[in-house]
């Protein structure tokens, strides 16, 4: 979702370009330097200017224009997963969505075949802080009490739950917008328990291995 809430993420606008820019310069240095596929995952650097690193809580840095920084991991970045675009794309305009990060995930970076939604499915509020007393996680784990939902939603939720430390536009955060705490302490589908950024990074590159460098390969060639 390239909307966003003007009133509630001001900033948004003057960052979005900033963000594109990242994720370009992101992948052209992978490429060019022939890096293993694995840095998509797990890179411990990015390429931010004053404003985007600012906005990343990234200290230090000199001048305005654009430059490598090393060690982001420490500031809740590194890799595909800590960029802002992939945060703010998978979001709505007014609240994060662990569904559509999760989907994410799941068909884009493991080529997993998910079936269509059923009709009628339940619309979740548009803003986080008008759900009667519930976080945005809470409000989608219901979805799993519904049978025809549960069977796709078990498999994509808790990877969208994982990345709930990060806000609609990509911030790094520790409460949502209503002042909740924010969990991402989640379990997966094949019994594996995980925290945040950092634990479903490690699982990608390890229990996840195979599946994500053959899925990036069929992407590279077209299939």
């Known amino acids: 979702n390239d909307d966003k809430n003007e009133k509630l993420y001001p900033e948004f606008a003057s960052l979005r370009r900033d963000m594109y820019e990242e994720t ?37 840095l000199k001048g305005d224009g654009w430059q490598r920084v090393d060690g982001v991991r420490k500031y809740g970045r590194g890799g595909v997963l800590g960029l802002a675009t992939t945060l703010a794309t998978q979001s709505g305009a007014s609240r994060t969505s662990p569904i559509l990060r999760g989907n994410w995930v799941s068909e884009v970076l493991l080529g997993e075949k998910l079936p269509r939604p059923p009709k009628q499915v339940p619309q979740l509020p548009s803003d986080e802080s008008q759900t009667d007393g519930l976080t945005v996680r809470q409000l989608v784990a219901r979805h799993t009490e519904v049978e025809s939902c549960a069977r796709c939603h078990k498999r994509i939720d808790p990877f969208g739950f994982a990345l709930e430390g990060f806000d609609t536009i990509g911030r790094s955060r520790s409460k949502d917008l209503a002042g909740r705490d924010v969990d991402t302490r989640t379990k997966l589908p094949d019994g594996e328990s995980i925290e945040g950024l950092g634990g479903l990074r490690n699982y990608l590159k390890t229990k996840r291995r195979d599946g994500f460098v053959v899925q990036f390969n069929r992407k590279l060639l077209g299939y």
């Open 24 to 60: 370009v310069r992101f992948f052209t240095d992978l490429f060019q330097h022939d890096r293993s596929l694995l840095r998509l995952l797990d890179s411990d650097h990015t390429f931010v200017n004053k404003r985007l690193g600012d906005f990343y809580g990234i200290p230090g």
